[in-house]
């Protein structure tokens, strides 16, 4: 167990609609981050956020956001979901530097039908 | 730009055989390099890293991986395969402007009795 918690652990929509993925980090880590894992794409990094502040986009789609609260929790939104959608959603946090290691969360798992 | 090539995608060991994973790394300087597993339905674990203090890193289940600069490899190793090894293996890289990961496509490792 990381310490790194994802909820929820599935998700099924439809195309067109919003989801919200939460995230909360291992405690005292100041940083989280966002990756999505495809089967044609591979483990791609989204977005990181460090004590509140966004620090680094990858590549997020425009219809994809994220925040990260006071409570240093973080949430990941996507609208607009098309089928190509459809992955495993993994946080990670770690406590801040460059080289700290990043602790991954269980992923949350999104069909879009 | 900082990526890395994970040469085999797929490798069939038999339990009690020496494992060895591939991976090889593009970059300018230094790189911090990861191996990661991720066993099936699971989140991503930290193996071991290399952040320049020692080019022989011991990891976790006796993996090890050594970093060789002149052949810009960091390959991955264990004596003796266990069955519990079946999994997938990222090798990943931080740029050194950066804090993200950057993923390889992955090595299925399977383990035969």
């Known amino acids: 167990d990381s310490g790194v918690t994802q909820t929820p652990k599935h998700l099924i929509t439809a195309t067109g609609q919003r989801v919200t993925l939460r995230c909360s980090p291992r405690s005292g880590d100041l940083s989280v981050y966002w990756y999505q894992q495809s089967l044609d794409q591979g483990l791609q990094f989204l977005i990181q956020y460090y004590n509140g502040e966004e620090r680094a986009k990858g590549n997020i789609l425009e219809r994809f956001s994220a925040q990260q609260f006071p409570d240093l929790h973080s949430e990941l939104n996507l609208s607009s979901l098309e089928l190509g959608d459809s992955a495993l959603y993994f946080c990670?946090?770690?406590?801040?530097?460059?080289?700290?290691?990043?602790?991954f969360g269980p992923g949350t798992r999104l069909t879009v039908l | 730009a900082q990526s890395v090539t994970q040469l085999d995608s797929h490798v069939s060991v038999s339990e009690g055989t020496p494992v060895l994973l591939r991976c090889n790394y593009s970059?300018?300087?230094?790189?911090?390099l990861f191996w990661y597993v991720q066993h099936p339905n699971k989140g991503l674990q930290l193996l071991l890293k290399?952040?320049?203090?020692?080019?022989l890193v011991k990891g976790i289940n006796g993996f090890e991986a050594e970093f060789k600069k002149s052949e810009t490899s960091f390959h991955l190793t264990k004596p003796s395969a266990h069955m519990s090894d079946a999994a997938e293996y990222f090798c990943?890289?931080?740029?050194?402007?950066?804090?993200?990961?950057?993923f390889g496509k992955g090595t299925s490792l399977l383990v035969t009795p």
């Open positions: 290399y952040t320049s203090a020692a080019t």
């Open positions: 990943v890289v931080i740029p050194p402007s950066g804090y993200a990961l950057n």
């Open positions: 970059s300018s300087y230094s790189p911090s």
């Open positions: 990670a946090s770690s406590a801040s530097g460059r080289e700290d290691t990043q602790y």
